[in-house]
């Protein structure tokens, strides 16, 4: 039942204030500032222990998981990273007994995902979850887990799984970094912020019908390029994707700074950019790099939070500020909204794109 919405898909998107919400629900601590997560079945002793931190997912899952990294990396200074399961089962991996090892997946099925949690456990890693579908094979395979909350997601392109999973990260790099050197006022920083969220995105998805606006002038064009420096990357991979697998419309994503080493030479009128510039330490540096788009032709819609000005960007989608290191959570949700309006717009089945399925169950 899709409630009344046109699409599954616009009802998930529109679900996420409360399916944020719900993930966040119960694990957040006022007094000291950190985040209670039981499901993880570690003590404080083994939480301090790891070194390093390997997250592993398909598809959006592991875009989700690069947002994870840098979260993790920020608040808690633990070298991360994130990688497609797919590759990491196949090359025979280093298990380390210093790594946590964190698989994604919303359905808890995805076969590549599952086997890759198989092989570390095989070989001795402490694999933990971050699933949405209790009781699944994921959930069941590994140590502890963090659980979304987030209902059932029905649309084959993930958004409100999406959101929860790096809300989820948040959680964890939260308790990460305050059992290690996160100090209590960055901990209540973001404890506020995490809170602030759920009408963060109200107001983001009261702009859907100016998005639908802009969808419809953007979409009509064969490909587009979506631009990001480092907490704007993984958003900048993340809108690509969903724009590719609803849409089939051609989209590239590539950190910002990448441009001018290949991809600038795709630029021109025909190839508009869709470009990620929150308001943090890079900005000055972005907007460099829509001077650089604009300087060949090329039409930039920018997502950020401040108006760019005619000389930067021919549009833009202004959203709220939280915190720098949650910006990526909020900064997805327009590029959700920018792929619906435009799958709409060309007539797709927005909810079963052709070739694809909600969860890969096979090898
Ligand atoms: C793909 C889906 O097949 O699997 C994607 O089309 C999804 O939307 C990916 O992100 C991973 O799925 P899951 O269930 O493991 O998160």
Known sequence: DTGGYEHYLLKEISEQPETITRTMS??????????????????????????????????????????????????????????????FRYRNPVVDP????????QSGETYDTLAAVQELKRKGGRVIGIVNAVGSAIAREVDGGIYLHAGPEVSVASTKAFTSTTVAFALLALHLGRVRDLSPADGRRIVEG?????????????????IAELAQKYADHAGMMFVGRVRGYPVAREGAQKLKEISYVHAEAYPASELKHGPLALIGPEMPTVAIVPDDELLDKNLTTLGEIRARGGRVLMVGHREPGPKLADDAIVIPKNEIELDPILLTIPLQLLAYHAAVALGRDVDKPRNLAKSVTVE
């Open 26 to 87: 119960g694990r957040l601590d006022e007094r000291f500032h950190v985040a209670h997560l039981g499901g993880l079945n570690m003590d404080a002793r083994e939480t301090r222990s790891f070194r390093r931190v390997k997250i592993i997912g398909c598809g959006s899952a592991y875009y989700s998981g690069q947002i994870g990294a840098q979260l993790i990396e920020e608040l808690a200074r633990i070298p991360s990273d994130a990688e497609p399961a797919s590759e």
């Open 194 to 210: 995490l809170r602030r969220l759920p009408g963060h995105v109200e107001e983001i998805l009261a702009q859907s019908d100016k």
């Open 98 to 105: 210093d790594t946590l090892y964190v698989a994604i997946s």
